[in-house]
């Protein structure tokens, strides 16, 4: 009995196991305590209780620090309201907001720059304190953002 590889499938996008390998990843990370994650094809299922994610994004490298806490206190306030028992924020990571023409000519072509409003660390401990799950999602662009799509 080995393990099968986790594949991605040309034009199905990222298989399920790997998303499930990174969700539990996350909820492990930024959770206080430990949490079993796992997944049957409808719903995520935390700690033996099924969940449905509702969620609602934030671009954080186009927001300053000071409205985020504000608008991560407006989400989990909605995710009360609507009677959601899990609230997400998805975050998109786009690999070109870190590398600035000085990164691209005078570092190493692989460093990137995490600082001012692309620390994505502090965004992250900010979701946390306002009770919210994170979905992180790596990228390198999201194309309707940059060039007019």
Known sequence: MGVEP????RGRGLSPLLLLAVAAAVVWRLSPVYASVSYDRKAVIINGQRRI??????????????????LLQEMWLLAAFLFVSLPEAPIFVP???YRSEFCMIFLD?????????????????????????????????????????
Do not use: M
């Open 6 to 9: 986790i594949l991605l499938r």
């Open 53 to 70: 994610l509702f969620s609602g994004s934030i671009h954080y490298p186009r927001s300053t620090p000071e409205v985020r806490i504000p």
């Open 95 to 97: 690999r070109i907001v």
């Open 109 to 149: 072509l692989w460093q990137y720059y995490f600082g001012g409003n692309y620390d994505l660390v502090r965004f992250v401990k900010l979701v946390k304190q306002a009770g919210l799950y994170v979905h992180l999602r790596i990228g390198p662009y999201v194309c309707a953002e940059w060039n007019f799509g």
